[in-house]
C-alpha cells in the first residue's frame, strides 16, 4: 500500500476524529435527557396512582355508607318483620331474670 499523501491522511484522521466524537456526543445526550424523561415517566406514574387513589377514597366512603345502612336497626326490624315473619312477642311470652349487680365485688377489689 502506497503512504497517502499528507492532505488526505489529515482528512482521514479528522473522519476518525469525528467518528470518536459521535459515541461522546451521544453519551452526553443521553445524559442530559435521562433525568428529563425519568421525570416524565415519574409524573405520569404519579398522576395515574393519584387517580387510583381517589377511586379508592370514593369506594371506601360508598362502602361504609352501605355499611351504615346494612347495620341500621329499622332496616334488621323491617327484614325481620317482612321477609321472616317475626314479631313481637306477646306478654306472657316474655321472661325477665334479674343478674346480679357486680358493683359489691368491684368495691371489694383491692
Wanted: glycine share 2%.
Amino acid at each position: 500500500m502506497k503512504p497517502l499523501p499528507p492532505p488526505a491522511r489529515e482528512r482521514m484522521e479528522g473522519s476518525w476524529r469525528s467518528l470518536l466524537c459521535l459515541p461522546v456526543l451521544a453519551a452526553a445526550v443521553i445524559a442530559l435527557a435521562w433525568p428529563r424523561l425519568y421525570d416524565l415517566r415519574l409524573r405520569y406514574e404519579f398522576r395515574s396512582l393519584r387517580a387510583e387513589q381517589d377511586r379508592r377514597v370514593r369506594e371506601n366512603r360508598r362502602l361504609r355508607l352501605k355499611n351504615a345502612e346494612f347495620r341500621s336497626i329499622a332496616r334488621i326490624e323491617t327484614i325481620a318483620r317482612r321477609d321472616l315473619g317475626l314479631i313481637d312477642p306477646a306478654q306472657r311470652q316474655t321472661l325477665w331474670v334479674e343478674v346480679p349487680s357486680l358493683a359489691p365485688v368491684r368495691e371489694k377489689m383491692p
